[in-house]
């Protein structure tokens, strides 16, 4: 499946009311001749319920002040997702290290299937349904941003109609 990635819209979070979820939150130590250096980084992905989404990290000695600059990044990373009744358009798959992220639309009450990571994400897309798999690398931040990869390769059947020169009624038949 060779799909070309496109440019997501970026949205303004003014005037948005945004949800946030913490995905994870890590230690990190440096070592230094006087002793140990602890700090705190977290992974927020942010978004409206209704197609805005973004993620965004954050280092700071607490964890309150890690999770606030998170958001901050969260808040300048928002961008647009195509959604069609409640799920994705199509079926997607995006790799991004040696994480790769398989999307699937499913039917209406199937909800989100998918690990820690990928569920904050469709949660606050405002992706009611939808099938996933982690294949490779469970590692959080590389699994983020494979399905936001992932979800740059999406369109809607009015983009593909319009890049072919067709109508939509003419693809659908």
Do not use: W
Request: aromatic letters at 4%; hydrophobic letters at 40%.
């Amino acid at each position: 499946m060779n799909i070309k990635l496109r440019r997501l819209e970026r949205v303004s979070p003014k005037g948005l009311d945004l949800i946030d979820r913490v995905v994870f939150i890590n230690r990190v130590t440096k070592v230094v001749k006087g002793g140990r250096i602890f700090k705190f980084s977290a992974l927020v992905v942010v978004g409206n319920g209704n197609g805005v989404v973004g993620y965004g990290m954050g280092k700071a000695k607490e964890v309150p002040d890690a999770i606030r600059k998170a958001i901050e990044q969260a808040k300048k990373n928002l961008v647009r997702i195509p959604i069609s009744k409640n799920t994705i358009p199509h079926e997607v798959e995006a790799k991004f290290c040696s994480s790769r992220v398989l999307l699937k639309p499913a039917a209406p009450g199937t909800g989100v299937i998918a690990s820690g990571p990928v569920r904050a994400i469709m949660d606050c897309a405002g992706i009611k349904d939808v099938l996933s798999k982690n294949l490779g690398s469970s590692n959080p931040i590389n699994v983020i941003k494979a399905t936001f990869k992932a979800l740059s390769m999406l369109r809607t059947i009015e983009e593909i109609a319009e890049s072919r020169g067709k109508t939509v009624k003419e693809l659908v038949r």
